[in-house]
């Protein structure tokens, strides 16, 4: 049973005992085990490139980064991962590991190692296109390997089925004022999917926009009057663009 | 007895073709020097051919034969090759051209077990290595290359008796002199020593007389040991040539065995090796494995090659592979751990830490080895208020510098928040009056942050950043530029 990548429910009882906190009260309480899972394949659904779906796994990669030596890989990432950004998070920038490849075969190569070496404590990567089949090989190996691995796909995905042991669905609240993030579980161990909520990540930033919006209010659309801002995004919604595959 | 000094000869008659046929084979090799052959090998032998003989003559009594010419720097090469590797059971090796290595035992005698034990090893390992060689074991230095050259084996006893059976054209001694002492009757070493020194010194030269005492020990013979240069290199040459990847594997498991050998008889560790492989119609390519932290482990290696040898393009033919390596460094003194690969795997699955940083290094080598040494690293941040100069790639595992504290600039973070995500160059924003048909617009949340630096060297920069959020509630890090009044976008908060 454990080669096939199959779950079984008695083994709901150990299995979960050991995750890590997603650092999100609402988050952690529909999630099995009240946190993210050591191993095994989360797949994070969302909509467009830029609504916070790193940002969401920072607290327990940062966690992670600093409880274990052991890597925390960054395969394929579709921009450069911004090293002031991660440290300001609190990742260890000297266990995180970026790893880049040009063809799909060694993506998937370069991906399946990193995960079954037992080297990695946490695979993040944006896989274009990725099989079934091959995803249930990830799956198996992140068991193996002892991985949490987190592939990052569109949101298309989600009305499909996935080997995947755990797959979340994110979605931003299509609107420029707010700063939530509506996150519904689609698939869990141990569970039925979750309903929709909301949890607010970037609270800090929205608190001191505020303060500083009392401030001096003027000035700060004074500025973006004075300079035309009504751009046209147009050009950047470049939701799931990844280099290489 | 202590300070009597034991000598141990390896002489390699057959060098000068086993260079070239390492991997031994059945075919009939003959070693030319100006057309006339100089060498063969038992193969030849058995067709009949002889030294003396001219390549035609050669080729007319059966033209399967292979040829090659005397290579002499080569065979110096090997020797020398072979001279290192005989560094592990002593440090007093020295090279006897043209075909010939000396080695001083009495200090290892004790360490290795005996003499016996000594030369089972050497012999073992020089036929792994597809050399034949003659063993002769004296009391000095040119007495035991006589005796590994008549292949008398063993004496430890006096050596003027030893040798009295040694014919005398086997001493290094000018052809002139040999002739003459077989006028005189004198045919080996017995009689020649029957002859009072002082008159053969009168009749045939003071050197010649230096030379007899030296043989029979009782002046000093200072030899010129090698130094232990830190360098490995080795080559097999194949034959028949070999035209696809796998059949390059096992030569080079063989190679890279030699090397860890090599390593661990000084106690080294490298973190390159350099495979050439090449042939005489084509452009040697070159295989270089490079790793993320020195190791001598054989299988390492292998896997590493091998994952470099898969991505490697080869030339149709090849027949020859050759491993070096120059980059050494000195192997911890490391005895090891006591419960050794035991894993502990605890309740939560963490393992002990030695392991892990195994295979920390373990992946990077593999990634290095594949995807070559650009395809994976770590990251720094850099002292820098310009965004896109103030990280840097950092090689993995070699950054030391400890673990910063979690907030050390933490006002100033919390002041001007950074993306996750940086453009590898920041993109134009087109603005809308451009394309009117958009309907979607960007909403600054923060901003502005002026960085206005770097009009001190080359790469100025005067910007305002401002975060905005578009009205798919996509948050953005983009920037106006001062200097040509243009909006970019810089960086995701992903």
């Known amino acids: 049973m454990r080669e096939t990548g199959l779950w079984k429910a008695s083994k709901i009882d150990n299995e979960y005992r050991q995750t890590v906190s997603s650092g999100f009260d609402t988050l952690d309480k529909e999630l099995p085990g009240l946190g993210w899972p050591q191993s095994g394949v989360t797949e994070v659904l969302y909509d467009r490139i830029g609504i916070g779906e790193l940002k969401l796994m920072m607290p327990a990669i940062s966690h992670l980064s600093?409880?274990?030596?052991?890597?925390?890989?960054?395969?394929?990432?579709?921009?450069?991962?911004?090293?002031?950004?991660?440290?300001h998070e609190?990742?260890?920038?000297?266990r995180l590991l970026v790893i880049t490849q040009k063809t799909p075969e060694d993506y998937l190569w370069a991906l399946e190692k990193s995960i079954s070496l037992k080297s990695c404590r946490a695979v993040i990567t944006w896989p274009n296109q990725i099989k079934d089949a091959q995803v249930r090989r990830l799956q198996v190996a992140s068991k193996e390997g002892n991985c949490w691995t987190i592939l990052l796909r569109s949101e298309k995905l989600a009305s499909k089925t996935s080997p995947a042991e755990l797959r979340i669905r994110l979605r931003s609240c299509r609107s420029a004022e707010s700063t939530n993030?509506?996150?519904?579980?689609?698939?869990?161990?141990?569970?039925?999917?979750?309903?929709?909520?909301?949890?607010?990540?970037?609270?800090?930033?929205?608190?001191?926009?505020?303060?500083?919006?009392?401030?001096?209010?003027t000035l700060i659309y004074g500025e973006a009057d004075k300079k035309k801002l009504s751009l046209t995004p147009t050009s950047i919604s470049t939701a799931h663009q990844s280099s290489g595959i | 007895m202590e300070s009597k000094k034991l000598w141990l000869c390896l002489c390699f008659p057959d060098l000068a073709i086993e260079i070239?046929?390492?991997?031994?084979?059945?075919?009939?090799v003959l070693i030319t020097e100006k057309k006339i052959v100089v060498f063969l090998n038992q193969a030849a032998r058995n067709l009949g051919l002889k030294p003396g003989i001219s390549v035609a003559e050669a080729l007319t009594i059966n033209e399967s034969v292979i040829f090659f010419e005397r290579n002499k720097s080569r065979e110096i090469e090997k020797l020398s090759q072979i001279a290192q590797w005989s560094y592990r059971f002593t440090p007093n090796v020295s090279i006897k051209k043209p075909k010939s290595v000396l080695l001083e035992l009495s200090g290892s005698l004790k360490l290795f077990g005996g003499l016996k034990k000594i030369q089972q090893e050497i012999l073992k390992s020089l036929e792994e290595k597809g050399l034949s060689v003659q063993v002769g074991?004296?009391?000095?230095?040119?007495?035991?290359?006589?005796?590994?050259?008549?292949?008398?084996?063993?004496?430890?006893?006096?050596?003027?008796?030893?040798?009295?059976?040694?014919?005398?054209?086997?001493?290094?001694?000018?052809?002139?002199?040999?002739?003459?002492?077989?006028?005189?009757?004198?045919?080996?070493?017995?009689?020649?020593f029957r002859l009072p020194i002082s008159d053969l010194s009168h009749r045939f030269g003071g050197q010649f007389a230096l030379y007899l005492k030296k043989l029979i020990g009782t002046i000093p013979d200072p030899q010129i040991f090698i130094e232990n240069k830190p360098y490995f290199k080795s080559d097999i040459t194949l034959i028949p040539e070999v035209s696809d990847k796998n059949s390059l594997i096992f030569p080079m498991r063989r190679l890279i065995g030699e090397l860890n050998e090599f390593l661990d008889a000084r106690k080294l560790l490298t973190d390159s090796l350099l495979f050439k492989i090449s042939?005489?119609?084509?452009?040697?390519?070159?295989?270089?494995?490079?790793?993320?932290?020195?190791?001598k482990d054989l299988q390492v290696f292998l896997m590493l090659a091998k994952l470099k040898l898969e991505k490697t393009e080869l030339m149709p033919e090849i027949d020859n592979i050759c491993l070096l390596s120059d980059r050494f460094s000195k192997s911890k003194n490391d005895s090891g751990d006591l419960f050794h690969e035991t894993q502990f795997r605890q309740k939560d699955g963490y393992f002990p830490s030695k392991a892990e940083e195994k295979w920390k290094v373990q992946l990077i080598n593999m990634m290095t080895a594949r995807l070559g040494p650009d395809s994976c690293y770590t990251l720094s941040?850099?002292?820098?208020?310009?965004?896109?100069?103030?990280?840097s790639k950092e090689q993995p595992g070699q950054t030391n510098n400890p673990i910063k504290p979690n907030k050390q600039t933490g006002s100033d973070e919390e002041e001007n928040p950074r993306p996750l995500l940086l453009l590898k160059a920041p993109k134009r924003i087109p603005e809308k009056n451009k394309s009117p048909d958009s309907l979607e617009t960007f909403k600054i949340v923060r901003g502005p942050e002026r960085i206005d630096v770097g009009w001190w060297d080359n790469h100025p920069v005067a910007r305002d950043y401002f975060i905005a959020r578009d009205s798919s509630g996509a948050l953005y890090w983009i920037y106006y530029d001062l200097s040509s009044d243009k909006w970019y976008l810089h960086g995701i908060f992903s």
């Open chain 2, 137 to 192: 074991v004296n009391m000095s230095p040119l007495s035991a290359q006589c005796f590994s050259e008549a292949n008398a084996g063993t004496n430890l006893k006096d050596i003027k008796t030893s040798i009295s059976n040694i014919p005398i054209h086997i001493l290094e001694i000018e052809q002139k002199i040999v002739d003459s002492l077989h006028k005189m009757g004198v045919y080996n070493c017995g009689q020649l």
């Open chain 2, 279 to 295: 042939h005489r119609n084509y452009k040697p390519r070159k295989l270089s494995v490079l790793l993320a932290k020195p190791e």
């Open chain 2, 20 to 28: 070239f046929t390492r991997d031994r084979t059945k075919e009939a």
């Open chain 1, 66 to 87: 600093r409880s274990q030596n052991r890597w925390i890989a960054l395969i394929n990432p579709p921009h450069i991962p911004y090293a002031p950004a991660l440290e």
């Open chain 2, 381 to 391: 941040t850099v002292s820098d208020h310009r965004p896109e100069l103030s990280w």
């Open chain 1, 90 to 94: 609190g990742v260890d920038l000297t």
């Open chain 1, 181 to 217: 993030l509506k996150i519904k579980i689609l698939k869990r161990h141990g569970g039925w999917e979750s309903p929709e909520f909301k949890i607010t990540l970037l609270d800090k930033l929205n608190r001191k926009r505020e303060t500083l919006v009392r401030k001096k209010p």
